[in-house]
């Protein structure tokens, strides 16, 4: 069991560019998320996709649109990339988003916008 | 969603126990008190959840104050692998994804 994959662990873009990362998980999971973590900070939530077919906007969406593409995948893109979305990006999975459903991270892909 | 406190960082010696706390005054009856923890360069971890009652699993405790305004975890031997981040968060129905904060940075002494 893999649990969460994210691809690329690495990536360098230039103001601009576009990227999408990816996200694929293995555990059946209906929910999905993707989330932003800048230095010394803790987690912003961008988007979520509570179920296969439906995505909706977190705490800071701007800049971002994602796909959920299937059970299992969920990605992200940024259309037009720029230095303020350098950062750390966890994709997470749970059963559903029920409170008491626990949520498993990837271990995130690092990205920088120079 | 109501707000949590935690203290920027604490130290622990090696096969002591860890108390860490976190204040959640405004925490409403349906929230429920979870607990991540994010070693370096990795995702969050899952470690634990309660809503009233004290809960205990293979990772760590979770102690809940009778009014339920603070609660603390519990590791009841610290290992330098429990080097990390812990996350005091609470999720309740309304608006129920997890927001994380800033968190205790625990560091772990040989």
């Known amino acids: ?114 | 969603d109501a707000k949590t406190t935690q203290p920027n960082s604490m130290e622990s010696n090696e096969e002591e126990p860890v108390h860490l706390p976190c204040n959640h005054s405004t925490i409403s009856g349906t929230d429920y008190i979870h607990w991540y923890r994010q070693l370096p360069s990795q995702g969050p971890e899952y470690v634990i959840h309660g809503l009233t009652s004290n809960v205990n699993n293979r990772m760590a405790s979770l102690a809940i104050a009778e009014d339920r305004k603070s609660s603390t975890l519990i590791l009841h031997r610290a290992t330098l692998r429990d080097a990390a981040v812990y996350y005091c968060i609470l999720r309740g129905n309304a608006g129920n994804m997890l927001t994380f904060g800033g968190g205790t940075r625990l560091m772990v002494k040989p």
């Open chain 1, 1 to 114: 069991n893999a649990g969460v994959t994210q691809t690329p662990k690495f990536q360098v873009l230039k103001t601009g560019q576009s990227m999408t990362l990816q996200c694929a998980q293995d555990m059946n999971h209906n929910s999905m998320y993707w989330y932003r973590q800048d230095p010394g900070m803790g987690l912003r939530l961008i988007y979520y996709s509570a179920s296969e077919g439906t995505t909706d906007k977190g705490e800071v969406p701007n800049g971002y649109n994602v796909s959920r593409l299937n059970k299992r995948e969920f990605s992200l893109r940024l259309e037009s990339a720029a230095p303020s979305q350098t950062s750390v990006y966890f994709c997470a999975s749970s059963v559903t988003t029920s409170v008491i459903q626990p949520l498993h991270f990837g271990n995130g892909t690092r990205l920088t916008v120079t």
